[in-house]
């Protein structure tokens, strides 16, 4: 809403006439009103822009991190001109343009420097006055990698860049970024390649990419190193790995062809296509800052090394590129309507989030297993560990699914201390319990004739070959359901994404032929999980997380509500030692199972641990009586039931 500036001040004048005497400002104390807010940055329009922006970048600066940029940026006319620094990211849902990291930006017109100004209000907009004559600017700028992880992602290491162009690039105020036609071109260290979903006339290092437009090329990162291989998926689809050692990029013909049938499971799931051609981007590094960003005819993939040769150690990250992958349809195709914007200065609305990335995160772990990236037993364990983590939340009393897809612009992934309480990004995961929800209602209320793939094909199966965007509301969601299978799904949807019902929603999973259950033994993904986390998880034994790095015994998370809560424990702190022994996760886990009573209550020895939190030492009595509980699927009845048929190849 949009007030004048003398309807807000009558409105506070009448409003302090109202206040009792006690309340008002006392006589002769100052008393200011605000200054009004003019937004003087052009509003974006759906015409083109008369002339094609030049992006040069010189990334040969890979043990510092800087990257040298020259933009030549065509002015329609003399006068105010607006530059801005992209500041809302597709696939960051908020506003996380690094605009701290752009550095010695000097503008120039006819070989002359042009004075520029930031917008007080947007930091993010450069104000120039263009004297009569010149026909286009010269911005001279650096945009400085972070070099610790606590700058930021680190994006260039001595083997390996992740080049994103809205780091690398200025644009024009006043135009949809669609219609602002750009050219760039990159210069890599000698001997390096480059991927990317742009495609480029190479000469060296020097990669001249093709000309395309602003909305575009931000959709298009570069992934270039010193060592890199290309893998053909399909005739549309490329693997793009880099490594920081050449070995870590030997893949066995088995691990090729499971990605290559993530490839085709994925087409078959959807039914088309929406890209002309797909570049996965994967990184196998521990010095490049991970990632796992959606593109629509790419994507950004982060590994730690072990990619390929520890793959029978456990999943690992391998559900990160059916995840990614999934985006190319839910995401980046099919959109929010309020989340799609015109540039990238408008602010997005994250409401669909659960739609955006929840139903990824589901289709993400089906294909793993359609797909044998990941054994369906794998994925049916990882999925218990989901449903568990979620129903054994206190944050759904007060916090409903809905309000955390505002969680990206909120926090901005900061780590936060009670995450069990607080929540964080859950439309992530307990979307993915919606969408199980969802699957399992039309397989029973068809007789087992529909499912969710139906709803895949009918959502985002649609026009084969577009790679625009095609936005929905949640009314086209629940429509799109209704005409697969007549269901009031509108209240479903609506009562999942806004109730404070104790647990979380898994009643899917009983539907579709499995039920969560605990037994005193990690499963082996459970067990893959701890060990690459370095981690003791404790989150159903009492209900704490210790890490098992350097810093041994530190406590990393504490579920609110639970024994280890109640005992007063907290991030921060360090378990000293478990039953008067020196701490180990092993003694922990011991000392729970020495405690564990026949009924789990109360009653017995509770465990002593003496804790340090900062300088201060204290005895504390963790009063568990549970034992070890690790989290499992646990099939019902004989036959393939719906969850069984819903992991199956198609």
Same mark, same amino acid.
């Given at each position: 809403?949009?007030?004048?500036?003398?309807?807000?001040?009558?409105?506070?004048?009448?409003?302090?006439?109202?206040?009792?005497?006690?309340?008002?400002?006392?006589?002769?104390?100052?008393?200011?009103?605000?200054?009004?807010?003019?937004?003087?940055?052009?509003?974006?329009?759906?015409?083109?822009?008369?002339?094609?922006?030049?992006?040069?970048?010189?990334?040969?600066?890979?043990?510092?991190?800087?990257?040298?940029?020259?933009?030549?940026?065509?002015?329609?006319?003399?006068?105010?001109?607006?530059?801005?620094?992209?500041?809302?990211?597709?696939?960051?849902?908020?506003?996380?343009?690094?605009?701290?990291?752009?550095?010695?930006?000097?503008?120039?017109?006819?070989?002359?420097?042009?004075?520029?100004?930031?917008?007080?209000?947007?930091?993010?907009?450069?104000?120039?006055?263009v004297p009569a004559g010149v026909t286009a600017l010269e911005a001279s700028f650096q945009f400085i990698s972070a070099t610790k992880g606590d700058q930021g992602r680190i994006v260039a290491t001595p083997t390996m860049i992740s080049m994103e162009p809205n780091s690398v690039s200025?644009?024009?105020?006043?135009?949809?970024?669609?219609?602002?036609?750009?050219?760039?071109?990159?210069?890599?260290?000698?001997?390096?390649?480059?991927?990317?979903?742009?495609?480029?006339?190479?000469?060296?290092?020097?990669?001249?990419?093709?000309?395309?437009?602003?909305?575009?090329?931000?959709?298009?990162?570069?992934?270039?190193?010193?060592?890199?291989?290309?893998?053909? /998926?399909?005739? *549309?689809?490329?693997?793009?790995?880099?490594? +920081?050692?050449?070995?870590? !990029? @030997? &893949?066995?013909? #088995?691990?090729?062809?499971?990605?290559?049938?993530?490839?085709?499971?994925?087409?078959?799931?959807?039914?088309?296509?929406?890209?002309?051609?797909?570049?996965?981007?994967?990184?196998?590094?521990?010095?490049?800052?991970?990632?796992?960003?959606?593109?629509?005819?790419?994507?950004?993939?982060?590994?730690?090394?072990?990619?390929?040769?520890?793959?029978?150690?456990?999943?690992?990250?391998?559900?990160?590129?059916?995840?990614?992958?999934?985006?190319?349809?839910?995401?980046?195709?099919?959109?929010?309507?309020?989340?799609?914007?015109?540039?990238?200065?408008?602010?997005?609305?994250?409401?669909?989030?659960?739609?955006?990335?929840?139903?990824?995160?589901?289709?993400?772990?089906? /294909?793993?297993? *359609?797909?044998?990236?990941?054994?369906?037993? +794998?994925?049916?364990?990882? !999925? @218990? &560990?989901?449903? #568990?983590?979620?129903?054994?939340?206190?944050?759904?009393?007060?916090?409903?699914?809905?309000?955390?897809?505002?969680?990206?612009?909120?926090?901005?992934?900061?780590?936060?201390?009670?995450?069990?309480?607080?929540?964080?990004?859950?439309?992530?995961?307990?979307?993915?319990?919606?969408?199980?929800?969802?699957?399992?209602?039309?397989?029973?209320?068809?007789?087992?004739?529909?499912?969710?793939?139906?709803?895949?094909?009918?959502?985002?199966?649609?026009?084969?070959?577009?790679?625009?965007?095609?936005?929905?509301?949640?009314?086209?969601?629940?429509?799109?359901?209704?005409?697969?299978?007549?269901?009031?799904?509108?209240?479903?949807?609506?009562?999942?994404?806004?109730?404070?019902?104790?647990?979380?929603?898994?009643?899917?999973?009983?539907?579709?032929?499995?039920?969560?259950?605990? &037994?005193?033994?990690?499963?082996?993904?459970?067990?893959?999980?701890?060990?690459?986390?370095?981690?003791?998880?404790?989150?159903?034994?009492?209900?704490?997380?210790?890490?098992?790095?350097?810093?041994?015994?530190?406590?990393?998370?504490?579920?609110?509500?639970?024994?280890?809560?109640?005992?007063?424990?907290?991030?921060?702190?360090?378990?000293?030692?478990?039953?008067?022994?020196?701490?180990?996760?092993?003694?922990?886990?011991?000392?729970?199972?020495?405690?564990?009573?026949?009924?789990?209550?109360?009653?017995?020895?509770?465990?002593?641990?003496?804790?340090?939190?900062?300088?201060?030492?204290?005895?504390?009595?963790?009063?568990?009586?549970?034992?070890?509980?690790?989290?499992?699927?646990?099939?019902?009845?004989?036959g393939d039931s719906g969850l069984d048929r819903l992991l199956a190849p198609r």
């Open positions: 809403m949009i007030r004048s500036f003398l309807t807000a001040t009558l409105l506070a004048t009448s409003a302090l006439a109202a206040l009792p005497a006690a309340a008002q400002v006392p006589p002769g104390n100052s008393a200011p009103q605000p200054v009004p807010i003019v937004d003087t940055v052009p509003e974006a329009k759906d015409v083109r822009f008369p002339g094609t922006l030049q992006v040069n970048v010189d990334a040969t600066d890979t043990q510092r991190g800087i990257f040298r940029v020259t933009e030549t940026i065509p002015v329609p006319a003399a006068g105010h001109m607006v530059l801005l620094f992209p500041k809302w990211l597709p696939g960051a849902h908020s506003p996380r343009g690094e605009i701290e990291k752009l550095a010695g930006l000097v503008i120039k017109g006819n070989g002359q420097v042009i004075p520029w100004t930031r917008d007080t209000v947007d930091v993010f907009a450069f104000h120039v006055d200025l644009y024009p105020a006043g135009y949809f970024t669609r219609q602002i036609p750009v050219q760039m071109t990159v210069k890599y260290p000698d001997g390096w390649t480059a991927a990317g979903a742009l495609k480029a006339q190479v000469t060296g290092s020097t990669y001249a990419y093709e000309p395309t437009n602003y909305e575009v090329l931000v959709d298009s990162p570069m992934l270039a190193g010193k060592y890199g291989r290309v893998v053909p /998926l399909s005739s *549309r689809v490329n693997l793009n790995l880099f490594a +920081d050692d050449p070995a870590e !990029l @030997a &893949a066995t013909p #088995a691990q090729i062809d499971a990605h290559k049938r993530l490839v085709e499971q994925a087409v078959k799931t959807f039914g088309a296509q929406h890209y002309d051609r797909y570049e996965f981007l994967l990184s196998i590094t521990d010095q490049l800052g991970g990632i796992g960003l959606e593109h629509h005819r790419s994507s950004e993939n982060g590994a730690t090394p072990g990619y390929f040769t520890k793959w029978d150690d456990g999943p690992g990250r391998r559900n990160l590129l059916p995840h990614e992958f999934t985006h190319s349809w839910d995401g980046k195709f099919r959109r929010g309507a309020d989340l799609w914007t015109p540039d990238f200065r408008m602010p997005m609305r994250d409401s669909l989030l659960w739609v955006y990335e929840g139903q990824t995160q589901f289709w993400g772990y089906i /294909l793993q297993a *359609r797909s044998g990236m990941v054994s369906k037993q +794998d994925t049916l364990d990882q !999925l @218990a &560990a989901i449903a #568990a983590s979620y129903d054994s939340q206190r944050a759904r009393d007060w916090r409903d699914l809905l309000d955390t897809t505002n969680d990206p612009i909120i926090s901005a992934r900061r780590p936060k201390g009670w995450t069990s309480w607080q929540r964080s990004e859950d439309y992530y995961n307990e979307g993915l319990l919606v969408w199980m929800e969802v699957d399992s209602r039309l397989r029973e209320l068809s007789g087992g004739k529909k499912s969710i793939d139906d709803f895949a094909r009918a959502f985002f199966g649609v026009r084969d070959g577009d790679w625009g965007e095609l936005t929905y509301t949640f009314e086209d969601v629940a429509a799109t359901l209704n005409k697969i299978q007549p269901y009031d799904w509108a209240t479903l949807l609506r009562q999942r994404l806004t109730e404070h019902a104790p647990g979380a929603p898994i009643s899917g999973f009983e539907r579709n032929g499995y039920r969560l259950t605990y &037994a005193d033994t990690p499963t082996p993904s459970f067990k893959s999980g701890e060990s690459s986390r370095k981690i003791t998880d404790l989150t159903y034994s009492g209900g704490m997380i210790v890490s098992e790095t350097e810093s041994k015994g530190a406590i990393t998370g504490v579920s609110w509500g639970s024994p280890a809560f109640n005992a007063g424990l907290t991030i921060g702190s360090t378990i000293v030692s478990v039953n008067g022994q020196p701490y180990s996760g092993d003694a922990l886990k011991k000392a729970i199972r020495a405690a564990q009573t026949t009924t789990g209550q109360a009653g017995g020895t509770p465990v002593q641990l003496i804790v340090r939190q900062q300088d201060a030492y204290r005895t504390v009595a963790l009063d568990w009586h549970g034992g070890l509980r690790y989290p499992r699927l646990e099939k019902i009845g004989k």
